[in-house]
């Protein structure tokens, strides 16, 4: 179980996973997509196809660095609905989301034609995996399309393609939606910030990544794309009558069947659009839940820009790297702080960060622009938990 009395705890959190509920009604159907702007098309005929009949729409461009200029010419959306995903495009939800200053998303997977999907399976010894804390992660073909939406008030700003054009090479593509929600043209390769305005009294302030950008967050080790794994997907959907993992299995989009009983779920670590907080998820779950999918993917041993961290769900405590750990990349201009110092969020480092603006040494350092206050509080409630009777700060 995960444990967190103190930085000497050497529990592992695998187990403590299972107490959460996978089993929700209150989440968006993986048969239909999320409601509204963004929704699955539901059958409309892909436009394009091959001289075997399987679709080309929606796969990587033929040149990675000639997008083709409008959303509605890739394929990946409907021809009748251009907010809608077409019906070649899987829509799914994740347990755990990853925090995008508020907005709101629909996430879909174009597969080549002929891909599967490859699960890891790291609890026993594998070459495909660091340790058993990356068991589940999933691997997707060259030629997948990875699609996401954003949304504001049910107006769609982003459409974002992330694209395996070969093996080692994914390459993001920003679309920006217009005001009357008819097109979305292709962001240029540079970061760019506009007003958007969603129907409301105040504007939305947002920022178009660059690819540069997509592949600081998106890296090899940290398996590329950031939210599939099945402990992500491990739920029932809203409206659903059996978990997503089998309806996407009885899709025939896996390489070899996934382990059962599987992979416990994430918790979901508070109220948003892909459901309600766990209940009955504990502090320490909840907080790890969210540092797993929104930091763990760069903070981790096998990174080249953070090995010293590891922030993975199931890693024990006690190998977290953070516990009265003094901090290396500065102390965010609180005097021996540390990066975790138990009981004190407000002198732990890895708080700090979140609670920083962009120009003060905040994380995510790109991508994010807004500070997720429900994060702020999960993760500062589990800090306040972990005892500093037991296991004092040392003496500076």
Known sequence: MFAAPGCGSASHGKSDAAATNDTGTDKPNVADGAAGAGDHDGGAADATTDATGSSTA??????????????????????????????????????????????????????????KIHVKHCTGASAECLDAADDGKWVFPVGTVMVKSFMFNGKLIETRLFTNHDAGNWVGYSYAWNTAQTEATIVPDQRTEVMFDTGQPTKVDWHYPSRLDCLTCHTPTGGDTLGPSTAQMNRTNAGATQNQLDALAAMNLFDAPIPTPYKAALPTPYDSSVGSQTPGATATQLARSYLQANCAFCHRPDDPNFPSIDLRYDV????????????????????????????????????LRMDATNDNGRMPKVASYVIDQSAVDRVGSWITGISSTAFPAPTM
């Open 316 to 351: 024990a405590f006690a190998n977290m790297g953070l516990c009265n750990v003094t901090p290396i990349k500065g102390d965010q201009g609180v005097a021996n702080s540390l990066l975790l110092a138990p009981g004190q969020p407000a002198n732990s480092v890895l708080w």
């Open 58 to 115: 929606c796969l990587p461009p033929a040149d990675v660095d000639q997008p083709l200029s409008l959303l509605s010419q890739t394929g990946c959306m409907s021809a009748t609905n251009p907010t809608a995903f077409a019906s070649i495009v899987i829509p799914y939800v994740v347990n755990s989301p990853l925090w995008s200053d508020g907005a709101d998303k629909v996430r879909g997977i174009r597969l080549p034609p002929g891909g």
